[in-house]
């Protein structure tokens, strides 16, 4: 079992820079991969960035070069470094850790983050 817990959302300006952060607890975390999604309203969920347990990051297209996840298993902690923020990043931000093609699945309850002049 792992509970995620998400911080760091907030409002800022168009241009601005956020820094979200996923702590996890109740699991060995270096097992996990660990991702980044977001929804706005009336839209799908979509996968933002993921650093796995083992192999390379990746991103989404529409936040590559602006957005860096980075994980410190000996914290527990991924963050989600956000710079050159648009309105169209407004959304809900989700902590999601799993393992693949298990049943260890876990979703924090999300950090709103509003990009808006």
């Known amino acids: 079992q792992v509970q995620l817990v998400e911080s760091g959302g907030g409002l800022v300006q168009p241009g601005g820079s956020l820094r979200l952060s996923c702590a996890a607890s109740g699991s060995i975390f270096s097992l996990y991969d660990v991702a980044w999604y977001r929804q706005a309203p009336g839209k799908q969920r979509e996968l933002v960035a993921r650093?796995?347990?083992?192999?390379?990051?990746t991103y989404s297209n529409s936040v590559k070069d602006r957005f860096t996840i980075s994980r410190m298993n000996a914290k527990n902690t991924v963050n989600l470094q956000m710079n050159s923020l648009q309105p169209e990043d407004t959304a809900v931000y989700y902590c999601n850790a799993n393992i693949r093609e298990t049943k260890y699945d876990y979703w924090g309850q999300g950090t709103q983050v509003t990009v808006s002049s």
């Open positions: 650093v796995p347990a083992i192999g390379p990051t």
